[in-house]
């Protein structure tokens, strides 16, 4: 049976030496590289099924790589590697195309997990930056206006996705200035400040791009 093929792109080698140990007794390892740069060259080159990748890395952070990997056309899914247990961030990593989200220290009990999650179509949270999600986000749970009508919904689901207000309305067949208002009107009916805010209520709802 062919297996997974997996990237993986961090700065620090003796973690990625230890990911890539911990993965190749299921996995198919087609690289390592160490910034993001390299990282775009070697995924456009070996097109591997999955990329695990480092969040804060050098010459380009792995938000960006991943971004432009996607504005090109790239259909890896990505799981991204971070330190830090933060909704913000996640909120991000969703924004910028990625399926997956683990904590570099739990990675060696989730990562297998999150491989297998993103590959059968699903996204996959670390559970302790889950919890940390919904916690942030009960206080608006009360809230009045969390019925989302449908054009909603399919605006927050091309917002997660990482697309701009022009591009989700031509998407729609809307105006900009129609789309930025369903926007603001979530926005409000949330009491949230932000598009990341907006993007990390998404992800509680599994309105997000796999």
């Known amino acids: 049976m062919k297996r997974t093929t997996i990237l993986i792109a961090d700065d620090h080698k003796m973690f990625a030496e230890g990911l ?108 302790e930056v889950q919890s940390e999600l919904q916690t942030n986000l009960a206080p608006h749970e009360n809230k009045k206006h969390l019925n989302l009508t449908p054009r909603q919904r399919e605006v927050l689901q091309l917002l997660s996705a990482g697309l701009t207000m022009k591009e989700i309305a031509s998407r729609l067949g809307i105006s900009t200035r129609t789309a930025e208002s369903h926007k603001y009107e979530m926005m409000e009916g949330l009491g949230v400040g932000s598009t990341a805010e907006l993007v990390q209520y998404a992800i509680k709802l599994g309105i997000t791009s796999t």
Request: aromatic content about 4%; proline content about 3%; some cysteine.
């Open 20 to 127: 890539a140990s911990l993965l190749e007794e299921e996995f198919e390892l087609v690289g390592i590289v160490e910034n993001g740069k390299a990282l775009i060259e070697a995924a456009t080159r070996l097109e591997p099924e999955v990329i695990v990748v480092d969040i804060s890395m050098p010459i380009l952070n792995g938000f960006d790589a991943v971004r432009r990997l996607k504005q090109s056309g790239t259909t890896a899914k990505v799981i991204f590697l971070t330190m830090h247990a933060d909704s913000r961030l996640l909120a991000e990593a969703i924004r910028c195309g990625g399926a997956g989200y683990v904590l570099k220290q739990s990675a060696g009990e989730d990562l297998v997990h999150a491989i297998r999650e993103v590959i059968a179509g699903h996204n996959y949270v670390t559970p």
